[in-house]
């Protein structure tokens, strides 16, 4: 392919374009990087126009832009939106990087940097794939890129964005590179995605913080309180406890669950990549069932009372928590949220208050694998990694992907080159470069394959 040509000859060239993305810190749930987050959506804006799309535009929203362009070359062609994102996860804890996460270093074949894997490096691919396309003269689609910046923090305005824009965003298929594989030598693609839904709780005891030896025993400790009621939240076979939490989740058949065990995990290496000596989880399911099909609820952050250096001896008036419960189909958000508030306060003893504030959420997704896009996807990858790529169900979310069915009617094909290993939303995060330029010559098989197949 001529695509593969130009790739291998302009390599260095996008992986120091790449570099220059990834230094810049677009951590979109820290409004002290508001700036930078701007300035990498203009850095978008111009490889977007460098590449050769058309109408390129930073499209205002009442969070942080979406950059839009695109290439019309023949309304008897098909067309595909690629959706990505620019902005990324903070990268505290800063001290446990080895190299700082937005100056971007190569080790052992892989590229070290907030965003290397999740999602810049993984949009840019697809940037760079189009001008390959472009140089080429081998454009097999017509293509759409939208590329948000508000995707780590629940992407609120992007809804309102697609609803607004149904015309300029028509498209057949979209097309998405924010998953990961099974192993570079064992190619995969998320035919599935969890969904989400995310609350805060705040927990009152006593009207201030007070002297834990001369009130402690006597008041309840907010901080006690609410770890319990966490705690609560599973029984003994890791279940959750809410009631009805499990009434809507779709079972999985048999087959379909012996099908998804049949993909290559490795649990010894799994356990060693983590620094655990045993996995947890629900009972009767196996870690890959456990992380694709099937929900969770986590405590992701509490604090109260004194954290600061040496001891306070207080009994706090205030425990708060963040968490977040990750959803299957045919699972709601916005009713899970509602069956844990109210469970919430109904489980709260007397001597306390307790609130719960939603957060952002998101709709679980299964996407077909009988479909042309999956099909042009598994054959582009069959074609570059030399095998036919498994399906698997991912457990993460992208809430878009379902929003995307409902309000523009289009499919998503979730074509992600990322690993386990890649470390996401922790400190180190990386990406192989052998996974970079995979991509970029991937995709436009992608778009070849989908183009014919859709004659
Ligand atoms: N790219 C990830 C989602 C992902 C990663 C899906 C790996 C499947 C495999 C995305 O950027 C992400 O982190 N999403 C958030 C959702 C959110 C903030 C609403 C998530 O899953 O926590
Ligand atoms: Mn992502
Ligand atoms: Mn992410």
């Known amino acids: 392919m001529q695509t593969t040509h130009y790739l291998e000859t302009n390599k260095q060239r996008f992986l120091d374009e790449l570099f220059e993305l990834l230094r810049i810190p677009s951590i979109s749930a820290d409004a002290a990087y508001s700036d930078d ?3 990498t959506a203009e850095y978008v804006k111009d490889k977007l126009i460098a590449a050769g799309a058309d109408k390129v535009e930073i499209c205002q929203t009442a969070g942080y832009p979406i950059v839009y362009g695109e290439k019309m070359i023949d309304p008897s062609l098909p067309t595909v939106l690629v959706y990505g994102h620019y902005d990324v996860q903070p990268a505290v804890p800063l001290e446990l990087w080895e190299t700082p996460p937005f100056e971007p270093t190569i080790r052992n074949e892989r590229i070290y940097a907030r965003g290397a894997c999740d999602d810049k490096g993984q949009m840019y691919m697809h940037i760079k794939a189009f001008e390959a396309m472009m140089q080429t003269n081998t454009m097999a689609c017509n293509m759409k890129f939208m590329i ?91 279940h959750i406890t809410i009631p009805g939490f499990y009434d809507d989740v779709l079972d999985v058949s048999a087959e379909d669950r012996a099908e998804l065990n049949k993909a290559p995990f490795d649990l010894e290496a799994y356990k060693k990549e983590l620094g655990i000596a045993d996995v947890w989880g629900e009972k009767g399911y196996t870690t890959m069932e456990r992380t694709g099909t099937r929900p969770t ?45 109210k469970y919430f306060e109904s489980v709260a003893p007397k001597t306390v208050t307790v609130q719960v504030r939603p957060h952002h959420g998101g709709e679980p997704v299964l996407t077909p694998t009988d479909s042309i896009e999956f099909n042009a996807a598994a054959k582009a990858m069959e074609t570059t990694f030399g095998k036919k790529p498994i399906p698997t169900r991912g457990g993460g979310s992208i809430p878009i992907v379902a929003l995307f069915e409902k309000e523009l009617g289009v499919k998503s094909v979730l074509m992600g080159f990322g690993l386990d290993i890649d470390a996401l939303h922790s400190p180190n995060e990386s990406y192989g470069l052998f996974n970079f330029y995979k991509g970029i010559e991937t995709i436009p098989y992608f778009y070849k394959y989908y183009s014919d197949m859709k004659k």
């Open 148 to 238: 948000e910046g508000e995707e780590e923090v629940g992407s609120a305005n992007l809804g309102i964005f697609c609803v607004a824009n149904k015309e300029r965003l028509k498209a057949d298929v979209v097309l998405i590179s924010d998953t990961s594989m099974l192993g570079n030598d064992t190619p995969s693609i998320d035919v599935g995605l969890r969904g989400l839904s995310y609350v805060e709780v705040e927990v009152t005891g006593p009207n201030k913080d007070l002297h834990s030896g001369v009130y402690g025993g006597a008041v309840a400790n907010p901080i006690n309180i609410l770890a319990k009621m966490i705690a609560g939240m599973h029984d003994e076979n890791n």
């Open 37 to 39: 987050v701007h300035r």
């Open 297 to 341: 609820l986590d405590c992701n952050g509490i604090w109260g009372g004194y954290i600061g250096e040496g001891s306070k001896t207080v009994l706090p008036g205030k425990a708060f928590a963040k968490i977040s419960m990750r959803l299957v189909p045919n699972q709601s958000s916005e009713k899970t949220t509602e069956m844990f508030t």
